[in-house]
């Protein structure tokens, strides 16, 4: 028998495929009521002269442009495998998710050079119309929120819409807030002011996108996953000696992979238990780190000093 083994508990199927594919129609709901809402508040912000107003027009047509572009890598990445692309094109999602953290971040730069320009002399702003618009936006968003409230802790995509929505609802209210002192005031630099801070709830959300979307590029241990743990639940299983080389990583969301080194006794070798010693790991892991994707190498006591430095 040979001395090392190499064993998976299966990729993902198509079917399951990544997390924001389970929450396709939910998206494309969302979808439609932000694009009708960019065209209300478009309107509204030129009738009115509110740079707020044609601020969170603008933020949602971003996000309109992220949303689209997360159902078509959630439709690409359900390709299956293939020679060339060993594990499909799951990886399309995080990529998306990338240019919605750029497409967040550039829009808050466009609101805050706005805003800029607009302080030294402020237009006047129409109200009626101004709060109007917030407030149709205000419950477009709130519905598209509890669409998405549920998919945004599975997928990266359906966050970066959820975390994009919620940056909207909170633009409306400002808005909303913004005319409200207008018409008790008349300080018409509260609609810049409104602008500015819908560009400072813009940028800390891209980041925290963005920082997700590297942490999968940069092949970051997953959150949840412990190593520390996993090694102590590998060295549990009967018949381990030591495990070395162990990695996991992100392929995309929802699909978390391990692999590891595993070195076993002589007697796990010499008596065939090899299998049942992979299916325990398999099983262990899957059960308390929620990893369906291991492979492990089974390697005889001593095999370690043949191998490179860099596997140690």
């Known amino acids: 028998m040979s001395g090392a083994h190499s064993h998976s508990h299966g990729l993902p199927s198509a079917a399951a495929g990544p997390a924001s594919a389970r929450h396709r129609r939910r998206m494309l709901l969302v ?15 030129l009738l009115s002269g509110s740079l707020a107003l044609l601020a969170d027009a603008g933020h949602m047509l971003t996000d309109a442009a992220g949303v689209g572009i997360a159902l078509l890598a959630s439709h690409i990445a359900m390709r299956p495998p293939t020679d060339a692309r060993s594990y499909g094109w799951q990886r399309a999602e995080i990529l998306a998710a ?9 829009i808050a730069v466009w ?30 968003n709130g519905a598209s929120l509890l669409l998405l409230r549920g998919g945004q802790a ?7 819409a959820y975390l994009e929505v919620l940056g909207d609802l909170l633009g409306s209210l400002a808005v909303i807030v913004a005319g409200v002192v207008i018409v ?8 810049v002011i409104a602008s500015v801070v819908i560009g400072l709830m813009i940028l800390p959300r891209a980041w925290s996108l963005l920082r997700d979307v590297l942490d999968v590029l940069l092949e970051a241990t997953p959150r949840g996953v412990d190593m520390d743990e996993v090694r102590a ?12 080389d162990l990695h996991a990583w992100t392929i995309t969301s929802g699909v978390p992979v391990l692999s590891a080194h595993v070195v076993v006794d002589d007697d796990c070798l010499a008596r065939g238990r090899s299998g049942e010693v992979l299916d325990q790991l398999g099983a262990c892991l899957t059960g308390h780190f ?9 390697e005889p006591v001593g095999h370690r000093e043949h191998e490179p430095a860099h596997h140690r």
């Open 233 to 244: 639940h590998i060295l549990e299983v009967p018949g381990v000696e030591d495990v070395h």
């Open 184 to 191: 008790l005031t008349g300080y018409a630099r509260a609609d």
């Open 98 to 106: 990338l240019a919605n953290a750029l497409l967040l971040a550039g």
């Open 154 to 160: 599975e997928s990266l995509n359906v966050r970066g």
């Open 111 to 140: 609101v805050l050079v706005q805003a800029a320009g607009r302080w030294e002399d402020p237009p006047e702003v129409s109200t009626g119309i101004m709060l109007a618009a917030a407030v149709v936006g205000a419950v477009a």
């Open 31 to 45: 979808l439609g009521i932000t694009l009708s809402v960019v065209g209300v508040q478009v309107v509204g912000g």
């Open 290 to 298: 929620d990893v369906d994707h291991c492979t492990f190498q089974l």
